[in-house]
């Protein structure tokens, strides 16, 4: 069994970033205190791999996903190293796992309901 290997990232340095993000986006305080503190992360979260995009990349990945192209409600906040992004459903705010080729709504998996249950690795695909 894999343990935690998590690698955090340093604090945001500027915070205009996530002022832009959180008026555009309705998503939790608990991940923008995580940002604020952490700014993303890599590594092992028990036995999956789990990449939190840094604050500065995250409008920038969802672009270039074309995620609003093919997901309604959908933010993108990483993904598992793999072909799955990981992101908020913006309808109930669950965390959820979708596939980045094929996306599409039917797709999505509920993982978890707050970033603290996705970083404690109490998830499963």
Request: proline residues 2%.
């Amino acid at each position: 069994m894999i343990k935690h290997k998590l690698f955090l990232n340093k604090p945001i340095k500027n915070n205009i970033g996530l002022l832009e993000l959180k008026s555009n986006f309705n998503l939790p305080d608990d991940y923008f205190s995580f940002l604020s503190s952490h700014n993303g992360a890599e590594g092992f979260v028990q036995e999956q791999y789990l990449i939190l995009w840094k604050a500065e990349e995250l409008l920038e990945f969802n672009n270039a996903y074309e995620v609003r192209e093919y997901v309604d409600n959908l933010f993108l906040i990483g993904s598992n190293g793999g072909g799955e992004g990981i992101g908020y459903d913006l309808e109930t705010m669950d965390i959820v796992m979708i596939p980045f080729i094929g996306m599409n709504r039917k797709y999505i998996k509920v993982i978890a309901k707050s970033i603290e249950e996705l970083l404690s690795g109490k998830w499963k695909i």
